[in-house]
């Protein structure tokens, strides 16, 4: 295939040794004000894209990249930030200070989720979501990444955001318009994928965190995801390889980039890059919950007012560790009916992203997807909202106990 065989012309390496010579800095240029920042032709700026998906160990591939922006700026690998928040956190890091030694503020952890948020704003007519806040406009977001660029002459530079999953199914010309920042550039596009079943799983429970009000899985909650990109991994990937025809495509099996070390260690391993010595560790982030509280969650994002239930959410984050739970992947969401479904709907999307990588399919185990987990979800369910009711103030909201006693 057409789009394989430019993916081949530059594959993917191994994780370089701490003793190989770092790539030649680009030479020197006099970019223009507010305008695109152009490399010499003999020495592209190379741009890797990661852009997803959701619950594929994003955030923490996010947080490493901020955490370690200083050092890996010193080192030619530029993780540009967007707005003041994130410029004055790089800064007070290079002066020695750590001004986030907890959790890092979402515009510093996820700067490029903020930009594909506003550049989605800026062409569906809708605002950015509330959590990223005090964000500059758009033209100002793209000049702070060129001017970072101007003045640290980076070698390569790295945008990482679940966010522009979204972008193909919105408006190619999204795509079209990031890619323009970058003239001349040399792009690796890096995308990680889920198999169909544990991605719907994992992003149900997320959605339940921010609030959504869904229905259950086992029932109608499957028909919302099929037309979207949360189910057909074709719309998300496919205008990204047709608006780079000449990237390095590196589509990758959530299930190998866990045996491979996890998010942190894969992209670095599947993207060559030649990090220094003595970066911060990657650390795990954006937990979810676990699926015997699905049930709970999902019903107070129903009955409860928004308060009450975002306290019901906090409390389930918190205090689920301490009840006595089967393994989340022994619980079953969707039933046998609703997973033969998944697998005859998804089989076709397997094709394309096979023959995009040059084989006949691109999950090893797709044919594991029919295979139902050992416990129903309401059963599980039972057992936790039991232990939650027989725990004296489990929550220390009066309503939110008087919801849960009346499940």
Known sequence: MKLFKKALRKPATSMPSQTTEAAPLPKTVTPQQAAPVTLAKDTPLRVILFIGHHKVGSTSLQDYLSRNAVALSGAGILYPYVDFEGLAHFTARANGHDPSPESLPINVREPHNALAFRMLAAEQGGTVPAYHRRLPALPQMFNAMKQQIRFSQPHTVILAAEVFANFNAVSPKLIQNLATQ???????????????????????????????????????????????????????????????????????????VRAAGGSVVDFVTQTGLDLPEGLAPERRENDSFHRAVYEIARQGNQQLPAAKAGVLRRCLREKTAELQLPSSHDIELFGAKNRARMLEKFRPIDRYLGEVMGRSEFFADLEQVPDCAPLAELDAYQKALAQICATPKWCDDQGVTEFLAQL
């Open 182 to 256: 970058f003239p001349n550039a040399d792009f690796t596009l890096v995308a990680t994928l889920r198999r169909i079943d544990e991605y719907i799983a994992s992003w149900q429970g997320q959605r339940l965190k921010f609030g959504h009000k869904l229905e259950p899985l086992r029932e109608t909650g499957l028909d919302s995801y099929l037309k979207g990109i949360h189910f057909n991994y074709r719309l998300m990937v496919e205008g990204w390889i047709k608006a780079l025809p000449e990237a390095n495509v590196i589509l990758r099996d959530y299930a190998q």
